[in-house]
T-cell receptor, first 115, second 118 residues
Framework: DQQVKQNSPSLSVQEGRISILNCDYT??????FLWYKKYPAEGPTFLIS?????DKNEDGRFTVFLNKSAKHLSLHIVPSQPGDSAVYFC??????????????FGKGTKLSVIP | GAVVSQHPSRVICKSGTSVKIECRSL??????MFWYRQFPKKSLMLMAT?????????EQGVEKDKFLINHASLTLSTLTVTSAHPEDSSFYIC??????????????FGPGTRLTVL
């Protein structure tokens, strides 16, 4: 059973427009969420995170929104740039119980920003 | 920023041989390191959690005798793929959690190791 879901395997956006990447989760014990960016044959790079006590976190062009009741989070990139083209992974973790601090990843969404 | 290195970045070996992959946190201490495996067009799959000074915790379905993990210091964890077979060919990625980092659970990832078993 997949606990973190990224239902869109790919997304294409025009340069300068907004990119919205979505992520859903099923485990109500998750209390911390992260977004990673990954280029082929490289390790993921941390982008932005959000704690479950917040509903929004912003860092430059990147904003993450969390809707706990819907168990849904999204990453907004605005304005989108060609260099943003990569695979974006949503990850979640819980500080409680066995496996605390472990990350559970979604399958990723490949973002293509068209010049 | 926190940097994690992996060595080697790419390795090709014959079936039946063993391969060791190193993961180092360069500018911070990491009590806990994680080893992931990524299949093509798939998500990162956690293989095991490596704890400094103690035995690694393996995820269900991961053979601990095949994937040996040693976390001998606060900056180094190694993954040894023993008696490698072609089905072990994959992209292996490690991550490290910064003990003293301000982020609650930011893991910093290495660049990955591409293993090809002939």
């Amino acid at each position: 059973d997949q606990q973190v879901k990224q239902n869109s395997p790919s997304l294409s956006v025009q340069e300068g427009r907004i990119s919205i990447l979505n992520c859903d989760y099923t485990n109500s014990m998750f209390d911390y969420f992260l977004w990673y960016k990954k280029y082929p044959a490289e390790g993921p790079t941390f982008l932005i995170s959000i704690s479950s006590i917040k509903d929004k976190n912003e860092d430059g062009r990147f904003t993450v929104f969390l809707n706990k009741s819907a168990k849904h989070l999204s990453l907004h990139i605005v304005p989108s740039q060609p260099g943003d083209s990569a695979v974006y992974f949503c990850a979640a973790s819980s500080r409680y119980g066995a496996g605390s601090y472990q990350l559970t990843f979604g399958k990723g969404t490949k973002l293509s920003v068209i010049p | 920023g926190a940097v994690v290195s992996q060595h080697p970045s790419r390795v090709i070996c014959k079936s039946g041989t063993s391969v060791k992959i190193e993961c180092r946190s360069l500018d911070f201490q990491a009590t806990t390191m994680f080893w992931y495996r990524q299949f093509p067009k798939k998500s990162l799959m956690l293989m095991a959690t490596s704890n400094e000074g103690s035995k690694a915790t393996y995820e269900q379905g991961v053979e601990k005798d095949k994937f040996l993990i040693n976390h001998a210091s606060l900056t180094l964890s190694t993954l040894t793929v023993t008696s490698a077979h072609p089905e072990d060919s994959s992209f292996y990625i490690c991550s490290a959690r910064d003990n003293g980092g301000g982020g609650y659970n930011e893991q910093f990832f290495g660049p990955g190791t591409r293993l090809t078993v002939l």
